[in-house]
């Protein structure tokens, strides 16, 4: 009886900490998408000028391609089949770009700040890659206006729009990570743009965003299917197309974002400290 007495009350002191130490994360994590959120109120154009390529994208690439029949979708338009590549091609295009914020922030003297502070690196990581959800998700509320007001047709089921808003934010939370691992490896401006530059095209056209898998020449097939961005792709597609029957069903589309988010969220803890060498 005794043993068990001081078993419970050696668990107990245990359980407050534990407790204490997640709300303390999702605490700091709310707080890190909330400093983004502020910082998209204050600057709302640059939102409005990244809208310009999906537009375009829309109402030129697709418009053309849809009156022409040039690439087989089954049922549905090529403008409504398009619609959830732009959209997955939108997220992709501004969170490779995030890591720029964490170089700025480094010459600013930002990071060194956040270093010596108790909050733990993953959770550092973690929060400004969910942060970086609010830019994909406002992509979002543009392309599908813009796809609407185009005549295409997207599923409006309320379970469907929640996956396709989890769908967004481990997309935006993986490539704004891959971003933010390229900028504590080249440290400059210069160079991550470069780099960044680099693998935006090669994501984008070796996914299946633009036209399906079975066109896909037999070689190409593997690059694409070792592409994260055509499972965001696969998802996006899945929700927002009723009756669509995707490469994988979405849950396996989810699980895959959710690893290699998890797995570069590691790899960018371990790096975040070279950031302020």
């Known amino acids: 009886m005794s043993l068990s007495a001081s078993s419970e009350a050696a668990a107990t002191p245990g359980a407050p900490g534990v407790l204490d130490a997640i709300e303390g994360a999702i605490g700091q994590t709310v707080a890190i998408i909330g400093h983004e959120a502020r910082k998209l109120s ?8 990244r809208a310009v390529q999906p537009a375009l994208w829309l109402v030129v690439f697709g418009s053309v391609f849809t009156s022409i029949h040039a690439i087989p979708t089954g049922s549905y338009s090529y403008l409504q089949f398009l619609t959830p590549g732009i959209l997955a091609q ?45 830019r994909g998700l406002s992509q979002a509320v543009i392309v599908v206006v813009l796809a609407t007001a185009l005549g295409v047709r997207l599923n409006t089921d309320p379970l ?9 934010v481990l997309g935006s939370a993986l490539f704004s990570t891959l971003s933010m691992i390229i900028a504590s490896l080249v440290k400059t401006q210069e160079r991550f743009l470069g780099i960044g530059q680099l693998l935006t095209m090669p994501l984008f056209f070796a996914s299946n965003a ?18 994260p ?22 849950g396996v589309d989810l699980a895959v974002l959710f690893a290699v988010t998890v797995v570069l969220v590691l790899a960018e803890s371990r790096l975040y400290p070279r950031m302020a060498q």
Not at 213 to 224: A, F, K, N, V
Request: net charge positive; glycine share 8%.
């Open 42 to 49: 204050h600057d709302p154009s640059e939102l409005l000028l």
């Open 90 to 134: 939108s997220v992709l295009f501004i969170a490779i770009f995030y890591g720029i914020a964490s170089i700025r922030e480094r010459e600013l003297g930002i990071i060194t700040k956040f270093l010596v502070s108790p909050t733990p690196r993953a959770v550092l990581v973690g929060g400004r890659a969910l942060s970086a959800s609010m």
């Open 160 to 168: 469907a729009i929640v996956g396709i808003v989890v769908a967004i």
């Open 210 to 227: 633009i036209y399906p898998l079975s066109l896909m020449p037999s070689w190409l097939r593997p690059i694409t299917l070792a592409n």
């Open 229 to 250: 961005l055509t499972y965001l792709v696969d998802a996006l597609r899945g929700l927002m197309l009723p009756g669509y029957s995707g490469v994988f069903p979405v």
